[in-house]
C-alpha cells in the first residue's frame, strides 16, 4: 500500500461548481497533512495545511481531516478555470518530510 | 513572504557531463533544505535533506555520490547531478522551512533534460 494515495482523475467540474478532491495515508501516526496545488511545468505552492480532525476553511478552500478514517480532502467551492491544475496530498513524516501522493488533476470548464 | 530562488530554470547538457542546481533561500535562513525529484506523471519524490555545516541525508535508492549536495552556508544548497544520463531527466525542485517543521517554501524548480 502506497503510503498517500490520490485519485489521479482527471476530475472535472463546471465553473462554479464544488470540486472535492481524496486523499487517504496509510500511517497512522501522521499529525500534519498539506494540499498543494502544481501547475504544469510549475513547483507547488502550499494552499492549505490541517493538523487536527475536523475542517479548516480558508476563503474558497476547505480542508477536512478524520484521523480515524486516516482521510483528508480539499473542497474548492465556486470552482473557476484558474484552478485548474494537480492537487497534491502531502503528509508529514517527522523531521520536516513530506510525502506525496501523485496528486489528482482538476479541470474545471467554463 | 518567504522567497525560495532556484537556478537554473531550465537545462540540457550531454551525457557523461555534470550539472549544478543551486537553491537560496532569499529572506531567511534554511538550516535546512530538501532536495526533490518530480518524472511527468509522477508525484515529488524526497531525494535528500541538506543539512548546513554536515553531509546531507539521502534517501533509499538515491546514488549519494551521483547526487552530490553542498550546503555550504545558511541560504543557499547546491545539488549537483554527476555523470548525467538520459534517466536522470526529471524536475528537480528544492524546499526549504521558514515556519517551524512545515512551512514549505519550493523553488520554482529545474527541468534537466539530459540529450
Known amino acids: 500500500q502506497k503510503e498517500v494515495e490520490q485519485n489521479s482523475g482527471p476530475l472535472s467540474v463546471p465553473e462554479g461548481a464544488i470540486a472535492s478532491l481524496n486523499c487517504t495515508y496509510s500511517?497512522?501516526?501522521?499529525?500534519?497533512f498539506f494540499w498543494y496545488r502544481q501547475y504544469s511545468g510549475k513547483s507547488p505552492e502550499l494552499i492549505m495545511s490541517?493538523?487536527?480532525?475536523g475542517d479548516k476553511e480558508d476563503g474558497r478552500f476547505t480542508a477536512q481531516l478524520n484521523k480515524a478514517s486516516q482521510y483528508v480532502s480539499l473542497l474548492i467551492r465556486d470552482s473557476q478555470p484558474s484552478d485548474s491544475a494537480t492537487y497534491l496530498c502531502a503528509v508529514g513524516k517527522g523531521q520536516g518530510n513530506l510525502i506525496f501522493g501523485k496528486g489528482t488533476k482538476l479541470s474545471v470548464k467554463p | 513572504g518567504a522567497v525560495v530562488s532556484q537556478h537554473p530554470s531550465r537545462v540540457i547538457c550531454k551525457s557523461g557531463t555534470s550539472v549544478k542546481i543551486e537553491c537560496r533561500s532569499l529572506?531567511?535562513?534554511?538550516?535546512?533544505m530538501f532536495w526533490y525529484r518530480q518524472f511527468p506523471k509522477q508525484s515529488l519524490m524526497l531525494m535528500a535533506t541538506s543539512n548546513e555545516g554536515s553531509k546531507a541525508t539521502y534517501e533509499q535508492g538515491v546514488e549519494k555520490d551521483k547526487f552530490l549536495i553542498n550546503h555550504a552556508s545558511l541560504t543557499l544548497s547546491t545539488l549537483t547531478v554527476t555523470s548525467a544520463h538520459p534517466e536522470d531527466s526529471s524536475f528537480y525542485i528544492c524546499s526549504a522551512n521558514f515556519q517551524g517543521d512545515y512551512g514549505y517554501t519550493f523553488g520554482s524548480g529545474t527541468r534537466l533534460t539530459v540529450v
Open positions: 490541517i493538523y487536527s480532525n
Open positions: 500511517d497512522r501516526g501522521s499529525q500534519s
Open positions: 529572506d531567511f535562513q534554511a538550516t535546512t
